[in-house]
């Protein structure tokens, strides 16, 4: 996890486009505009994705085991709740 966090604190490294240079301007500038939350947010979600394929899928088949967790036990105590509140169990 270490790893991750400090693999997120650093700016990603950009390759050489192959297709040449074009004499347009970029698209936006980030110089240009004031960070936000949402910014940074998506800044860290891009570069997480450019870590290697497998630390990306690991880490989001764990969070996605813990989430439908979450759910299934949420549900299994409600239903649990219901059935003592209504002295069926």
């Known amino acids: 996890m270490a790893v991750i966090v400090g693999m997120l604190r650093t700016s990603p490294q950009r390759r050489e486009s192959t297709a040449g240079s074009s004499s347009a301007p970029p698209l936006r500038s980030r110089a240009s505009k004031p ?19 497998p ?29 003592a509140a209504t002295s069926l169990l």
């Open 35 to 53: 960070r936000t939350s949402a910014g940074s947010i998506a800044e860290a979600y891009g570069r997480f994705l450019e870590l290697p394929v």
């Open 55 to 83: 630390v990306v899928l690991v880490v989001l088949w764990l969070i996605g085991a813990v989430l439908l967790g979450t759910v299934l036990m949420a549900a299994y105590s409600a239903m649990m709740w219901l059935l």
